[in-house]
């Protein structure tokens, strides 16, 4: 049974870490870039990149980048489930045939 429940509070961990990751890279760029701005010359590029990144997050969340980006925190947060399944998976097949 402490199997089964290790297993779950991985998941859930890998879960949420997966979830909350892409949610601070992008909203960390986000938040540097009006910052690197206030240098002299840089306040163009960073406006285009920040506009590319909101079109880009729009893209994946039918116009709005809030929901483009809920939408990669949730591919993230599934891939990473997957992930830990799996390598829960191996780590029982290798336990078995040891």
Do not use: K, W
Not at 34 to 39: C, H, Q, R, V
Not at 46 to 72: C, D, K, N
Request: charged letters at 10%; one cysteine or more; hydrophobic letters at 55%.
């Amino acid at each position: 049974m402490t199997i089964f429940t290790n297993f779950l509070r991985s998941l859930l961990l890998t879960i949420i870490f997966s979830f909350v990751a892409p949610m601070l890279l992008v909203g960390g760029g986000l938040f540097l870039l009006p910052l690197i701005g206030y240098f002299p010359g840089l306040q163009e590029l960073t406006e285009a990149i920040a506009t590319q990144i909101m079109h880009f997050l729009a893209t994946f969340g039918s116009g709005t980048p809030l929901r483009g980006l809920f939408v990669i925190s949730l591919t993230c947060s599934f891939v990473g489930a997957l992930f830990d399944m799996y390598v829960y998976y191996r780590c029982q097949i290798l336990r078995i045939d040891s």
